[in-house]
Nanobody
């Protein structure tokens, strides 16, 4: 059974940093394109970042470039999202996801086959 388990969320202040982690269980992590999405209260889930299986290529939502960094450690089957200069508008539930059929980067929810349960990030001013 494939499971993605996120951790690292919490309540922080404007300008703080957080690092989210996502550990994959039950399949070969190093074959999958991975991604982060988020869902703010009352809004649709949106793309945050994606990384290819090797970690050589990454892509971000335009509004997040320069503040967020997606990383992976294949040996530990772990995906990370380093979030810097956090703002109240970053408040959301953050989800990691695995795309098992993608050869490179994946931007759409439909590209992903497995999802974590989400971790809450709350940024207050």
């Amino acid at each position: 059974q494939v499971r993605l388990v996120e951790s690292g969320g919490g309540s922080v202040q404007l300008g703080d940093s957080l690092r989210l982690s996502c550990v994959q269980h039950g399949r070969s992590f190093d074959r999958d394109t991975m991604g982060w999405f988020r869902q703010a209260p009352g809004k649709e889930r949106e793309f945050v970042a994606t990384i290819d299986w090797l970690g050589a290529n990454t892509a971000y939502a335009e509004s997040l470039k320069g503040r967020f960094v997606i990383l992976r450690e294949n040996g530990d089957k772990t995906l990370y999202l380093q979030m810097n200069s956090l703002q109240p508008k970053d408040t959301a539930v953050y989800y990691c996801a695995a795309a098992t059929k993608s050869l490179s980067l994946a931007y759409e929810e439909v590209d992903y086959d497995y999802w974590g349960q989400g971790t809450q990030v709350t940024v207050s001013s």
